[in-house]
């Protein structure tokens, strides 16, 4: 009826998957035409079966526009797909939409782009999952992204106090700051009270457990906290790019160079499929086993 061959072009003609083009042309007694009409007849029918699927591979994509940007993640389930030119599109077309709307949550982004997103999963035959996102706006500043690792991270801050070149040179360096290094929070005082009370908790029985004079400990908590701020706070940490400044002053430098006083409203980073359960099946092997079906 119909060879391996004529699966695969069905799948590059389509964007379908390889079980669903499979399907179709048994479906069509291997009739090409009528395969891809039967595809697009099942799209949402086929997209809907996929919903349980895992979706944690993706990529995170950002956009600035004017003084507004946008970060957003979307997954799908392997980085086979999300290494591909449709499915890129279509995220891309996810953050010009977070662009141009206001969009109350990642909720409303779902629902907005639900057709799309149906009509994408039907196509390129994975889940997508849109995940979430981030927006800012600005008045007095600038508003900078950062990709990394082909969309692997991504960043995105916020430079108050002017709206000059200097100022997203600012922007720029902060965003590969917190590319690199992680920050939790922006300043010391973000830190939750229960998250400082639990940290000085393991400090304590760490020093404990040293051996350290239990004289001297509470202190010794008090120097290791303000380390713990060092670490996770952006404007407490040290400058990647020049270790003997820290990020606080760093804004300050540029700051007086300037005459303007600046800085650094918010910031988000997305770390793709961050908290979400992988698979670990081989993309190849699923092909190839399906082909055996």
């Known amino acids: ?11 590059k003609k389509t964007g379908a998957g390889v079980a669903d083009c499979k399907k179709a042309l048994t479906e069509t007694d291997g009739d090409m035409e009528k395969a891809i009409d039967f595809l697009r007849e099942k799209g949402i029918a086929t997209a809907a079966k996929k919903a349980s699927r895992i979706a944690a591979e993706g990529i995170v994509a950002a956009k600035i526009e004017g003084k507004v940007g946008a970060l957003v993640e979307v997954n799908c389930e392997t980085d086979f797909v ?3 030119d449709q499915y890129k599109d279509f995220v891309n077309g996810v953050v010009d939409y977070v662009i141009a709307n206001d969009v109350a949550d990642a909720a409303a982004l779902i629902a907005a782009k639900a057709d799309d997103t149906i009509a994408a999963t039907a196509k390129i035959g994975e889940k997508i999952a849109i995940r979430r996102f981030a927006k800012y706006a600005t008045e007095n500043g600038v508003v900078e992204s950062y990709i990394h690792m082909g969309g692997k991270v991504g960043v995105l801050v916020e430079v108050e106090g002017c709206t000059c070149d200097s100022a997203r040179e600012l922007a720029h ?27 000085k908790e393991i400090l304590r029985a760490q ?3 040293e051996g350290k004079p239990a004289a001297i400990v509470d202190r010794m908590v008090e120097g290791r906290v303000k380390k713990y701020y060092d670490e996770f706070c952006l404007l407490n940490q040290a400058f990647v790019k020049d270790p003997s400044l820290t990020i606080e002053k760093l804004v300050k430098s540029y700051g007086d160079k300037m005459g303007k006083t600046l800085s650094i409203k918010r910031f ?10 992988k698979r670990n099946d081989d993309f190849a092997a699923e092909v190839e086993a399906q082909m055996k079906k």
């Open 1 to 11: 009826m119909f060879t391996n061959k004529d699966v695969m072009d069905l799948r």
């Open 82 to 84: 999300a290494k591909g």
């Open 173 to 199: 360096d902060v965003a590969l700051q917190i590319a690199a290094a992680k920050p939790l929070y922006l300043t010391a005082s973000e830190v939750p009270v229960e998250v400082v009370e639990h940290e």
């Open 207 to 209: 020093a404990l457990n």
């Open 268 to 277: 988000t980073r997305f770390e793709m499929g961050e908290g979400l359960e």
